[in-house]
């Protein structure tokens, strides 16, 4: 069951609750990869952490469009991971209406964009303090 290609990868999925996050956190973890799942406040990993090794998850329950919390979870991940990130799967958001993307960036829907650039910066300083 095992694909070497992610053996030691640490991941972290953002709305890692939802279908396509939760998928993805189980798949990657088959694959060997350890999980920091990430979703909002309220939600529940019972269920994923039931399924993957605990050596090999953590859930983080934060909202990605702040970047004091984005700052958490990259934090949680780096020190419950050996100081690496590898992946971000950077997935949590809602669907909003279609807009051209102009008026995208301009509307509140655009804090999910800030949030992964958030988690990018994150990562960065925490890998340097590392
Ligand atoms: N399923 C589709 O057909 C489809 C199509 C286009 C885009 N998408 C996008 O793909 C992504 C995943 O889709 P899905 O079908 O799994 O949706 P989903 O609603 O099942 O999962 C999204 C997850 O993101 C979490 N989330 C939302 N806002 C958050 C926030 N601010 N902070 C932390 N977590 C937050 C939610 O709690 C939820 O668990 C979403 O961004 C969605 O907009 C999905």
């Not at 972290?12 to 998928?23: D, H, R």
């Not at 694959?31 to 909002?40: P, T």
């Not at 990259?74 to 799967?89: C, K, P």
């Amino acid at each position: 069951m095992s694909n070497p290609t992610l053996a030691g990868k640490v991941v972290i999925v953002t709305g890692a609750a939802g279908a396509i996050g939760a998928a993805t956190c189980l798949l990657m973890a088959a694959r060997g990869a350890r999980i920091a799942a990430v979703d909002r406040p309220g939600c529940d990993f019972t269920d994923l952490a039931r399924q993957i090794a605990p050596e090999c998850f953590i859930g983080v329950k934060a909202d990605v469009t702040g970047e004091p919390a984005v700052k958490l979870y990259v934090e949680r991940s780096v020190a419950a991971f050996g100081g690496r990130i590898d992946i971000f799967f950077n997935n949590a958001g809602i669907v909003g209406p279609a807009a051209p993307l102009v008026a995208f960036l301009a509307s509140d829907d655009a804090a999910y964009i800030n949030g992964s650039v958030h988690s990018v910066d994150g990562a960065l300083n925490a890998l340097r303090a590392t």
